[in-house]
């Protein structure tokens, strides 16, 4: 099931798109991604059956997805070899679609679909080759082109070709002749496709005795009337017509399904029967993942999968566990659906110590997602999504390595690490934030950051650099941002002014460049003896570093030594001055 290949990582867009919608598919699975016993009861019986709907319907838009990526990939004109190994894993996805992910009555449709997809025939070529003869119904090969089209359930094709056929002749040269053919069109546009079993009886009956009829009636063509009662004994549903007339087993199982009894419930029985008179062709690998589906050999049909697209394979074989259809090979779960004690310790050790098939196969592709930049969303969705403890630490380890390039991809990582309870990982993000932003010169937020991390040294150290910065420069720091906080008649346009409001630790810690900021302005604005007052009360704040109280007390030298202009500093404020000096002395 897990062969060794060489990892290769595809980055198209139409690739990551498809991978995305898959993903969105599965996490919309809720816990209905979990397979839950059958029991006893109305309530779980009506849940089953809403799990029962909403696993066929996943599987559904998975096919959509799969056909969409083909034919973008078509109109891209891609290799045909990735091409052809899509269309592989479409054929095989149709027929598990068809026989466990669908209504009962839906079933001879999705097995008619499958069957024209996968081998369509009639060809082409064959079909023109009848239909423009000049009478179409004396072709060697138009019977056996009808039966085909019949046993494929492609019924309506078949009474378009017979109407088409010009036996319209016939009514003036053999009557018994052309009423035959009437009867075949008629049998064929009237076909009761999901009908009621009473209505499917009284059509079935009408074929048998249209066949009867086939065998009394005289006419001058025998060959075409041997012909007409082979097409009417397969609508009659006679096995053996229908298993002799067909060419491969699984044009013969559509023709059981239609013509026999449409039951679901019979379709191991017909693909017993079709088996002892067709074999498989081994060397077709949707076909032969086909048989390992209608066997149940489901390890078989995701290796097949595998063997062709590994990220497919991995999300089918989620939808598979939640069916219950890989109970016998889930051998660290109970009866339930847990984890059993028994293979917890496993769990413990990483991401691929399990004996659970999806998860092994979601995990290795959540780290092939990990390795594409546009898709490691979906990788850490989907450990998110695990039950295995293991994928928890995973995250952890690497989320805090993820190159954070915008709010929202911080914003994202942020909310996994809430939703896994991971505060720890979160106050790394944080500072990881924070030193981003500081190095695109966003002190602000940097700030802040910083402080939702918890980091309030980080936080007291910058903002007294900050402090030393506008001191060194002889004025306030040449950020506008940081100067509009700390000053409301700057307005800054764009900015909503609720973003530029602080918390109360960054308040406290920005309020001495705050003083500082204003000390600047009311100096610049001529007030010098407030401007005093303020740079008074920073020499007295009894935490100031002191590399800084030489800088600071140089600000002051001016009203001291030049006394310009005259009497700003009085005596008052100069012994102060001077008990500052002796205090920061004595320290």
């Not at 699975?29 to 397979?35: A, H, N, S, T, W």
């Not at 505060?423 to 700030?447: C, D, K, M, T, Y």
Request: charged share 20%; glycine share 2%.
């Amino acid at each position: 099931l897990y062969p060794a290949t060489i990892p290769q990582f595809d980055s198209s867009p139409l690739y990551t798109d498809y991978i995305s919608s898959l993903y969105s598919i599965y996490e919309a699975l809720g816990d209905e991604r979990y397979y839950s016993v059958a029991t006893i009861g109305l309530i779980k019986k009506n849940a089953q059956k809403e799990q029962t709907e909403v696993l066929n319907k996943a599987m559904s838009l998975t096919i959509k997805e799969l056909e969409l990526y083909i034919e973008r990939k078509q109109d891209q004109e891609d290799s045909d070899a990735s091409i052809f190994e899509l269309e592989e894993c479409l054929f095989i996805l149709n027929c598990l679609k068809a026989v466990y992910f669908a209504e009962d009555y839906e079933v001879p449709t999705l097995l008619s679909n499958w069957v024209n997809r996968a081998d369509p025939q009639p060809s082409l070529e064959l079909s023109e080759s009848i239909m423009n003869s000049a009478k179409p119904y004396e072709h060697p090969f138009f019977w056996k082109f009808v039966n085909q089209l019949v046993l494929r359930g492609l019924y309506q094709n078949a009474s378009e070709a017979i109407k088409s056929s010009n036996y319209q002749d016939l009514s003036k040269t053999d009557i018994n002749l052309f009423n035959l053919f009437t009867d075949a069109e008629n049998l064929l546009r009237n076909y009761p496709n999901q009908a009621s079993p009473d209505i499917f009886k009284q059509w079935k009956k009408a074929a048998a005795t249209a066949a009867s009829n086939a065998s009394i009636r005289n006419s001058n063509n025998t060959e075409l009337t041997k012909s007409i009662k082979t097409l009417f004994s397969i609508l009659a549903g006679n096995k053996s017509a229908i298993l002799d007339s067909s060419d491969t087993w699984y044009e013969a199982l559509v023709g059981l399904i239609y013509y026999h009894i449409p039951s679901a419930e019979l379709l191991n029985e017909y693909f017993q029967d079709v088996l002892q008179h067709h074999q498989p062709d081994r060397t077709v690998v949707w076909e032969v993942a086909s048989v390992d589906i209608f066997e149940g050999n489901f390890l078989q049909v995701l290796r097949s999968l595998s063997s062709f697209n590994t990220a497919t394979a991995a999300y089918v074989s989620a939808l598979c566990e939640a069916k219950g259809l890989l109970r016998g090979y889930s051998l660290d779960e109970d009866e339930n659906g847990k984890i059993s004690s028994t293979f917890a310790s496993l769990l413990d050790q990483d991401l691929f110590s399990t004996r659970n098939v999806s998860e092994f196969l979601l995990h290795g592709h959540a780290l092939d997602c990990l390795a594409v930049e546009a898709l490691i969303p979906v990788g850490i969705g989907l450990l998110a999504l695990s039950r295995n403890p293991t994928a928890r630490s995973v995250i952890a380890e690497y989320v805090p390595k993820y190159n954070f390039k915008t709010n929202d991809d911080i914003e994202w990582a942020l909310t996994i690490c809430a939703s896994l309870k991971l505060p720890q990982i979160a106050h790394v993000i944080f500072r990881i934030a924070a030193q981003r932003s500081l190095s695109n010169g966003l002190l602000l937020e940097a700030l802040t950051l910083f402080a939702r991390a918890g980091e309030i040294e980080f936080v007291k150290h910058h903002c007294w650099l900050i402090f030393e910065s506008s001191l060194i420069r002889g004025e306030p720091i040449d950020d506008i941002i940081i100067n509009a906080v700390v000053d409301d008649s700057i307005v800054i346009q764009d900015i909503d002014p609720e973003t530029l409001k602080l918390s109360p630790v960054l308040r406290q810690l920005l309020a001495p460049y705050a003083i500082l900021y204003q000390f600047w302005k009311l100096k610049k604005e001529g007030s010098l003896n407030l401007a005093l007052n303020r740079l008074i009360s920073l020499l007295k704040f009894p935490h100031l570093p002191p590399r800084l109280f030489g800088l600071l007390i140089s600000q002051i030298l001016p009203f001291i030594i030049f006394l310009t202009p005259p009497k700003v500093l009085s005596k008052n404020e100069l012994l102060t001055v001077v008990k500052i000096l002796d205090e920061f002395d004595e320290q």
